[in-house]
């Protein structure tokens, strides 16, 4: 009986007596054969669009490998797995550049795409035969390790625990979906854990959430970048939220869509310290009428609005509402005495309604203060300013007319204080003199006292004069004084004191001696603040009846804003007792030096000298020396006449009593200090006196 091969692997199968002498032969064969079935093949397609796998019968065929690669082709290709009775598990390996199609018979066909590889398996049912993918509707239990996957279907499902699902789906020009279903309806969420950089690259990445996209980032930054350049950064700061622009002075902008125009609603300028830009209106929920300013927190806040009838006003730190006071200075100050006025009364009017004159006092100057005045009387008033103040940029008062109104104001200043209507004076508040006429019998005979000017005096001026030396009056037993020379004149200076102190001391020597030579009266002084005045000292002894002594020189004056000095005595130009009668040194005043001395006439006072037996003249009134008052242009004073009580004028108290407080020296032509003495000859030394003119003070305050 002859070998038959019907079986799935084409073995030899032997009949009855076949085979004889070849039986172990055969057998052999047929174990290679079965071996070969579960090994490793290959073969080459040809290069056509069909080609035959045939198993061979009963003989080593590489096309009956359970891993079969194929190579060759040149084109797609459907290759028939023969003969159509065999059923067989094949691992097909696709090394060709094309798609191979397997077939058996008209059942399914399986397609190995080029460089895959795919299980498959044919039943062997003949021309209707069916070619299977084995590796379809695969459970994978446990864990299942793989390197490159290819999936050749648009689905992958995986499911979890009670159904919960994620599928990764591939739609149309590669759109990958991935979703996940909860099956109790929770969230199903979708995380990714990367240990280091998460990368999602794309021509376009869109996130879209029927949800909320949240961004948690434990660095605390979410930065922005365009080709790897930082942009911007989104930073929790201590729970602060900082958005930053990182590119060097490039702006935040906030934009939008205004009726289908693209606009700059906000643009915070970073090149410019980050100066906001609103392109629209800013506005914020207010209370109407209310105003939004910065507090003492430095961030704003509501001001509501203020009652009716007020205005907004400052303190210099804060702004607030305050009563607007009616008109224009609708408040009104009554003043009826000497009244300083407050701060707290800037803006008001000051109606002056007193019966006799009166000062008014500023308050220390302010930055936008300003008062009214109106004088409602028939006296003139005067208004001074404070500490260091000026008005107009003087140290000095106002007058204002009777009758008149005028307004003071600081503008922007804060120490000076503009006039419009009102007249510049200087004004004199107080005059106080202080003589000392004890007769010096060679001892330092002085008075020294404490001057406390009234509060308030803008400036001060200081008035000394010293002693002039006294004429010995000879007699014929004494002779040896009938030829000694006359005496020096007094001495003169006068201290303009711009900030007066709190008070002065003061030293003033006593008069000259008619018995004594007076030796010593050079050190003889009158003394204040700085200001000293020496006197001209008497004759010297002199014990020969034949020699003549020369003059005394007058005293000196120092340390004053003008100082003059005594004239000089005359020398005696003959013997007996003609030589004695000559006269002495005149003595100085604001009109200049004293005169000197001559043969029975004394020298004249203030620069003007005697002539040969008569004596000097008085100063002149208002002469070329008279000083103007710092800071004032036009206002003088002069020496040569004083006021006293009577009207008089008294040699041995020049000035007596003071004048009336608020004489105004530019249009009463004040006087400060006498210059009589040492204006008449003969026997008369430095002064009018026979013993001497004595010294004196005189201090002059004014507004």
């Not at 040809?46 to 065929?61: E, M, R």
Request: proline share 2%; net charge negative; hydrophobic share 35%.
């Amino acid at each position: 009986m002859a070998s038959s091969y019907d079986n799935d692997l084409r073995l030899n199968e032997m009949a009855t007596g076949d085979q004889s002498g070849a039986w172990g032969t055969v057998t052999n064969l047929n174990l290679e054969i079965i071996a070969e079935a579960f090994g490793y093949g290959t073969r080459a397609i040809a290069n056509a669009s069909t080609d035959n796998i045939t198993i061979a019968d009963g003989a080593l065929d590489a096309d009956r490998s359970m891993y079969l690669k194929l190579t060759g082709g040149g084109q797609a290709c459907t290759v028939s797995l023969l003969p159509n009775t065999v059923s067989k598990v094949w691992l097909i390996e696709n090394a060709t550049s094309y798609t191979l199609t397997f077939t058996q018979g008209s059942g399914a066909n399986v397609a190995v795409l080029a460089g895959q590889v795919k299980m498959i398996a044919t039943d062997g049912a003949g021309s209707g035969a069916v070619v299977y993918d084995l590796l379809t509707d695969v459970n994978l239990a446990g864990t299942t390790v793989m390197g490159d996957i290819a999936v050749g279907g648009k689905v992958i499902t995986m499911t979890g625990s009670s159904g919960d699902t994620a599928t990764l789906t591939v739609a149309a020009d590669g759109a990958l979906a991935i979703a996940t279903t909860d099956a109790a309806a929770a969230a199903a969420n979708i995380s990714i854990t990367a240990d280091g950089t998460f990368t999602a690259t794309g021509t376009t990445i869109t996130l879209d959430s029927a949800g909320d996209i949240i961004l948690d980032a434990d660095g605390a930054d979410v930065i922005f970048k365009d080709g790897g350049t930082s942009i911007g950064t989104i930073t929790n700061a201590s729970s602060d939220l900082v958005i930053k622009s990182n590119v060097q002075d490039k702006d935040i902008l906030l934009k939008g869509d205004d009726g289908g125009t693209e606009i700059t609603a906000l643009s915070l300028d970073m090149s410019a310290g980050g100066n906001a830009l609103f392109s629209g209106t800013v506005t914020r929920d207010l209370t109407r009428g209310s105003l939004d300013v910065g507090n003492s927190s430095g961030v704003s806040a509501p001001l509501a609005a203020g009652g009716a009838d007020t205005v907004l006003t400052s303190n210099g730190t804060d702004i607030s509402w305050a009563a607007a006071g009616g008109a224009f200075a609708g408040a009104t100050v009554t003043v009826t005495a000497n009244t300083t006025l407050s701060a707290a009364q800037n803006g008001n009017l000051v109606n002056i309604a007193a019966t006799n004159e009166k000062v008014i006092s500023l308050p220390a100057a302010a930055a936008g203060a300003f008062y009214i005045f109106n004088n409602d009387t028939s006296h003139i008033m005067y208004i001074k300013p404070n500490g260091s103040n000026t008005i107009n940029g003087v140290i000095a008062a106002l007058s204002l007319a009777p009758e008149a109104s005028g307004i003071l104001a600081c503008g922007g200043s804060t120490t000076n204080w503009s006039s419009v209507g009102l007249t510049r004076s200087l004004i004199v508040a107080k005059a106080t003199t202080f003589t000392n006429n004890t007769v010096d019998q060679g001892d330092a005979n002085q008075i020294t006292g404490t001057y406390t000017p009234i509060l308030g005096s803008s400036m001060l001026i200081c008035v000394g004069s010293s002693t002039a030396g006294a004429n010995h009056v000879g007699t014929s037993g004494n002779n040896y004084y009938y030829r000694s020379g006359a005496p020096g004149g007094s001495s003169y200076a006068e201290k303009f004191i711009a900030s007066p102190a709190s008070s002065y001391a003061y030293t003033i020597s006593g008069a000259g001696s008619s018995s004594k030579n007076n030796n010593d009266a050079a050190t003889k002084t009158t003394i204040v603040a700085g200001m000293t005045c020496t006197r001209g000292p008497g004759p010297q002894s002199q014990s020969s009846t034949t020699a003549n002594v020369p003059g005394r020189t007058g005293g000196t004056a120092t340390g004053g804003t003008v100082n003059f000095t005594g004239g000089t005595g005359a020398t005696p130009s003959a013997t007996g007792n003609t030589g004695r009668n000559t006269g002495g040194g005149g003595a100085a005043t604001r009109a200049g030096n004293g005169g000197n001395g001559a043969l029975n006439a004394g020298g004249g006072t203030g620069g003007n000298n005697a002539s040969q037996d008569t004596a000097g003249a008085a100063a002149t009134a208002k002469s070329s020396n008279s000083y103007a008052v710092p800071n004032t242009t036009s206002e003088t004073y002069q020496a040569g006449t004083a006021f006293n009580t009577t009207g008089t004028v008294d040699n041995r108290d020049p000035l007596g009593a003071s004048p009336n407080t608020f004489v105004n020296i530019g249009s009463a032509n004040f006087e400060i200090a006498d210059g009589i003495f040492g204006s008449r000859g003969g026997a008369g030394g430095g002064g009018y006196s026979r013993q001497g003119r004595g010294g004196y003070i005189t201090f002059v305050e004014f507004f």
